[in-house]
Nanobody, 121 residues
């Protein structure tokens, strides 16, 4: 059973920064992508960012480009999301995900439990 454990959410003022982390465990994969989605109250879950298993490819939603940076730790299956210049519209529950074997139409998508990010104006 794959488990994704997130950390780092919280409350921050607009213009501030937060760093989210996620660690996956439970099995190994030859190819995979890890990333983040978010869901604001009353809205659907939306893609935020993703990174390939090698760290060589990164993907961002237009709404976060230039403000958020996704990265991997040297340990496999650990991903971070550095969020700068936060806006009130970034307020949401952020979910870590692991897609196997690809991020486009993956055969399997695993989810973390979610961590709340609240940005006050």
């Amino acid at each position: 059973q794959v488990q994704l454990v997130e950390s780092g959410g919280g409350l921050v003022q607009a213009g501030g920064s937060l760093r989210l982390s996620c660690a996956a465990s439970g099995r190994t994969f030859s190819t995979y992508y890890m990333g983040w989605f978010r869901q604001a109250p009353g809205k659907g879950r939306e893609f935020v960012a993703a990174i390939s298993w090698s760290g060589g490819s990164t993907y961002y939603a237009d709404s976060v480009k230039g403000r958020f940076t996704i990265s991997r730790d040297s340990a496999k299956y650990t991903v971070n999301l550095q969020m700068n210049s936060l806006k009130p519209e970034d307020t949401a529950v952020y979910y870590c995900n692991l897609d196997w074997p690809s991020r486009v139409d993956p055969l399997t998508r695993y989810w973390g439990q979610g961590t709340q990010v609240t940005v006050s104006s």
